[in-house]
């Protein structure tokens, strides 16, 4: 999915003589717009003062996208959006934001890029909970932050793009949702007509599967979005890479026949390869599914003892042992 940028020239005259700068945008992509229904799904923690979010597509692709600045602001109360400002660098194709001159997360048009000097400035963009307090009763002496790691992805690789289209920054949801809501305990769930935003791990409820495409195929654009945006939060955030020895990234990891399940339309045929790929080879206490795609039937779609792998099936069988002695 490359894009091609419209081409603009400007000329510096200098006393010597000319210089040409040349820079792109993607005024000519065609995209549409359609603000979609939020549905607040965070139990009291955040107050959020808009009601509904502005999704981008482009041109025949169901694909949602979503401009940086306009997600950030549909959702004042979890994010701290008064405090949040933005600069454009044209020359160089960036698009930067900011919480207080701080923090800063630059994503660069021309490169497919997005960067940022900690994994920690992802956490400086939300407003503290309303509700539960997870430091109560806890205090801290001699604290010391250690391996402080710069943060940088390359959308290229998992066939994603980021676009400067009239003034915007347009970028895939799911980008905005792993980065920005998911390492602070939110979740925005899109079911293709309502944003429903969740606190902590969600769980399945009956609204989110309310919509036209649950129980019907999926679109092959969608499905190849969702397989690279799963890629792409495993290659960036999967903690036991290096207990299991993998080195040469998701793709190679998963088996053949989840990968072939994953590109299957079939919504039932694709949960099965995730359920081989989270549940069966990953097999680890931490990495699990929280709720099936709205696509899904949910009563369908719940765990059997065929889908859970060695390690799990034995921690369970401890956990009744324990529970039973």
């Not at 502005?54 to 996208?65: A, E, F, K, L, R």
């Not at 109560?136 to 943060?151: E, P, R, T």
């Not at 799990?312 to 956990?319: A, N, P």
């Amino acid at each position: 999915m490359r894009k091609i940028g419209a081409l603009l020239l400007l000329s510096t005259f200098l006393l010597t003589g000319c210089n040409f700068v040349l820079f792109t945008n993607d005024d000519s992509t065609k995209m549409t717009s359609t603000n979609i229904e939020i549905v607040n799904k965070t139990n009291g923690e955040y107050t959020l003062k808009n009601n509904y979010m502005p999704v981008w597509y482009i041109q025949g692709s169901d694909v949602p996208y979503v401009d940086v600045k306009e997600f950030i602001n549909s959702l004042d109360g979890f994010f701290n959006a008064e405090n949040i400002t933005s600069r454009v660098d044209v020359f160089n194709s960036d698009f930067a934001i900011y919480v207080n001159r701080n923090y800063p997360v630059i994503f660069n048009w021309a490169n497919n890029t997005i960067q940022t000097g900690s994994y920690y400035n992802f956490y400086g963009y939300c407003l503290s909970g309303e509700g539960t307090n997870f430091s109560h009763h806890l205090s801290s002496q001699n604290v010391l932050y250690s391996g402080n790691k710069a943060f940088k992805a390359n959308l290229n690789d998992y066939d994603f793009d980021i676009y400067y289209h009239n003034n915007k920054c347009i970028v895939p949801l799911f980008l905005m949702n792993s980065l920005f809501c998911s390492l602070n305990y939110v979740n925005v769930l899109y079911n293709g007509e309502k944003a429903f935003v969740c606190y902590a791990e969600p769980e399945t409820f009956e609204e989110y599967y309310d919509c036209s495409s649950n129980k019907k195929n999926i679109s092959s654009d969608l499905r190849k979005a969702a397989n690279n945006s799963l890629f792409f939060l495993f290659d960036t955030f999967y903690g036991l890479k290096l207990e299991k020895n993998i080195t040469d990234g998701s793709k190679e990891y998963v088996p053949q026949e989840a990968l072939s399940l994953l590109e299957l339309n079939t919504p039932q045929d694709n949960f099965l390869g995730y359920k081989k790929i989270i549940n069966k080879t990953l097999d680890d206490l931490h990495t699990r599914i929280s709720i099936p795609s709205y696509y899904c039937d949910p009563q369908e779609s719940k765990l059997t003892p065929q889908d859970i792998g060695e390690f799990y099936t034995r921690f369970l069988g401890t956990s009744v042992l324990l529970k039973d002695s």
